[in-house]
């Protein structure tokens, strides 16, 4: 009852001093309030658990409203099969609920009916990198494409689920035009994600294709990876790594950690393998990342206290900052498997081809 009792004073209060408002600061608050009520009911949808493909569309084509702190950004991410192909393409837009500063520059992110102000990139490497496109954008969102834009060029992603088309040009000149469906093999094709303490936190869909096109005019397939993520709060420090082998087995790994001087806490780890010519995957525990060399590092991974080894070395890489409380850096590194082994593990590690994919490196902390 004293709860209720509250409830009723606070809302009276309120009401009354609406009373006392012109009509004009009257209308100011009301849109307050619906902008308040808005992104609340957007951080509550966050926070639900998805795991249906009918809610995957929605969510990828679409703006969050988000609160302060809140950032949202779409990632693409596409590896060659072919033997011995070094070939990646990357490609990255977003836009957050503040003005930010990306590598320098002041991005501005603002509304507009459909559309929003961002910041993008494309990158690729076909015996040397590229940088496609970059700088500050428009992003346009309809329920089946997202446009991304400036006097560049632009990134063109549209479809339904499970089939997608990407097509970036510069200077009205394609660069890249490949068709995304559900892969052959029985991997895995979609999955959400998400975790809150209180409303900090975050939400992200991932989708796993097999890709066929063109980049720079020359036939381009194999598996590409498209991913979502929403988060509310600050960046800290991740390493995150995906590998494709030309069989199309898959690895990957996550480390999300606080890192402060010579402190070093790990929040969550994961590391998985998939092998294509079983249609099986293994999860393995005690994850360790070492990295060696500034310039063009290598990485040892292993897991099960040194059962499994893998080492990789990278060729190509972009850098990221991000400035606005605090300073975050991220960095990605297109990388190739130098070894491999697994211990006590039904895996044929020579049967798995080539490797090569991309290693996510960051440091640092922005809100």
């Known amino acids: 009852m004293k709860i209720e ?65 809140g950032k949202e950004y779409w990632f693409m991410k596409f590896v060659s099969t072919k033997p011995k192909d070094e070939r990646q393409l990357l490609a990255m837009f977003g836009d957050s609920s503040e003005t930010i500063r990306i590598n320098k520059k002041k991005v501005k992110c603002r509304k507009h009916e459909g559309k929003r102000n961002g910041y993008m990139t494309a990158w690729s490497y076909d015996n040397k990198k590229d940088l496609m496109l970059n700088g500050e954008s428009l992003i346009s969102m309809n329920p089946d494409k997202v446009i991304v834009s400036n ?53 992200l869909i991932n989708l796993y294709f097999d890709f066929t096109g063109t980049l720079n005019k020359k036939k381009f397939s194999g598996k590409g ?65 070492k990295r060696f060399g500034k310039k063009n590092p290598r990485w040892i991974i292993t897991a099960n206290k040194g059962k499994i080894f893998i080492s990789l070395k990278s060729y190509s890489s972009h850098k990221f900052t991000f400035k606005k409380v605090g300073f975050f850096t991220y960095s990605e590194y297109l990388s190739e498997v130098v070894d491999i082994f697994m211990e006590d593990c039904d895996v044929d590690v020579s049967k798995l081809g080539s490797g090569f994919g991309l290693i996510e490196d960051t440091s ?4």
Not at 35 to 62: A, G, V, W
């Open 364 to 367: 640092g902390y922005v809100l």
């Open 225 to 289: 990876y498209v991913q979502k993520v929403v988060v509310i709060g600050p960046f800290i420090p991740w390493n995150w790594g995906r590998i494709v082998f030309s069989n199309g087995s898959i690895l990957s790994y996550f480390e999300v950690k606080i890192q402060i001087s010579k402190f070093n806490h790990k929040l969550q780890s994961t590391f998985e393998f998939y092998d294509s010519t079983k249609n099986k995957r293994y999860i393995f525990k005690d994850l360790t990342i």
């Open 5 to 69: 009792k509250m409830k009723d004073s606070v809302f009276n209060t309120i009401n009354e001093y609406i009373k006392t408002l012109s009509n004009i600061e009257k209308k100011h608050f009301k849109e307050k309030i619906k902008q308040i009520n808005s992104r609340y009911k957007s951080l509550i949808e966050l926070k639900k658990t998805k795991n249906s493909t009918h809610e995957i569309d929605p969510m990828f084509f679409c703006f969050e409203d988000l609160p302060p702190t």
């Open 151 to 203: 006097k560049q060029g632009k990134i063109n992603y549209k479809g339904k689920f499970p089939k997608y088309f990407l097509n970036i040009s510069k200077n009205n000149k394609e660069l890249v035009n490949l068709k995304l469906t559900k892969p052959k093999d029985k991997s895995d094709y979609f999955g959400f994600g998400n975790y809150f303490k209180s409303f900090v936190g975050y939400s």
